[in-house]
């Protein structure tokens, strides 16, 4: 893979765009799926994509987090569906390539195998039901949310609390993530959504299902087992880049579709076409000042995550508030910029074939992912006034 950002960011360039016209072909087609279909997920494989946050030795291409915005925002803005379900995907096969035990991470992970894809790994991280250690593993018995991608996926993962006969306090109770292969859970058609109905984000089950210790991740809030580079930076900074180029993926579409429609679109309350109206030139350079303002924060943001040491638990705490806070920004600053153009647009808007309304649909249904929630903001105001601020989002 090429060593420098600028190289990444050329090869990449090239990649994403020799699928484009797929995943614009395929977004309708996963809208009413509810999930990614096969020839969106092979685009994808068929780039490599899922791999971009995993170490190289683990079939990965380890890319900068400068790199890895570029890449989830292009195919975010193909379909925000879709970059949607690689920025969870890459994220939570990382997790699977550098927490498993070592002899299960080298067999799943296995590029010279012939008949070897990146596997792909999608699930809930809140901590639901419970797993009773038995011999060789776990019985687990949960109920998780939020799964994006888990119809298309490899291996779903699950974190659950640890059955235990001592009665505690929930913060207090042990608890334990594993993995098991997506034909052994229970996936619910409950993915019935305002927006990003193409994520497949559905609710699954673990029923009374074995899971050997071969499975267990290690803990997501230490270190990784193996790797080196972004992939072992706590995940509150881990995941901000991907998280982030969603948002900006989808402003950028937002703008070009209105580029593409306002010279001959109109309305009938005025004369001429939507661009010729100087409300219209403000309001649209007012939005492309704040498209460019997120690329500048987010490339900024990136480098800042990847660059900063963190020598104690304050510095990454105070990094990955920073992290959060700026992609709570980004997400209000994109639903800002495809409101504007909503605005605009007329009656062609009110239609399912308009892409606009998709657009508003999925960023507001994306704000409200915990990472980019209120607590965003207070905990970042508590740094900067100087309060006690504890581990944690």
Known sequence: MPSTLAAQLREWRERTESIDSVLRGQADRNEQLRHLSAA??????????????????????????????????????????????????????????????????????????????????????????????????????????????????????????????????????????????????????????????????????????????????ANLELPPLRGEGFVTRPNPIFLVPAMCATSLGIARRALEEFATHAPSGQRRAYRGSIAERERVQHDIGEAQAMLDAIEGYGRNLCEQLHDTPLDSTEQAVRLGDHARSAYRWCNQTTERIVKTVHDHMGGADVFESSMIQRLLRDIQTSSQHVMPGDSAYVRLGRHRLGLEVAPGI
């Not at 780039?47 to 195919?75: R, Y």
């Not at 193909?78 to 949607?84: I, L």
């Not at 019985?139 to 659950?160: F, K, P, Q």
């Open 40 to 217: 969106t997920m092979d685009a994808l494989h068929n780039i490599d994509a899922f791999g971009i946050c995993t170490p190289e030795e683990l079939g990965g291409s380890d890319l900068h987090p400068v790199a890895q915005l570029e890449v989830v925002a292009a195919v975010s803005c193909s379909d925000p569906a879709a970059g949607w379900n690689l920025m969870n995907g890459c994220q939570e096969s990382a997790w699977l390539a550098t927490r498993l035990p070592e002899a299960t991470a080298q067999r799943l992970f296995d590029p010279k195998r012939s008949d070897w894809r990146f596997p792909v790994a999608a699930g809930g991280l809140a901590p639901v039901g419970e797993a009773r250690p038995v011999e060789g593993g776990w019985i687990v018995n949960a109920r998780s949310a939020w799964a994006s991608g888990i119809h298309t996926c490899d291996y779903v993962l699950i974190h659950s609390y640890v059955t235990s006969d001592e009665p505690a306090p929930t913060s207090e109770r042990p608890r334990v993530t594993v993995a098991a292969p997506r034909e052994q859970v229970e996936i619910e058609d409950s993915w019935h959504t305002l927006g990003m109905r193409g994520t497949g984000s559905a609710h699954y089950r673990f029923d009374d299902l074995f899971v050997p210790h071969e499975m267990e991740l």
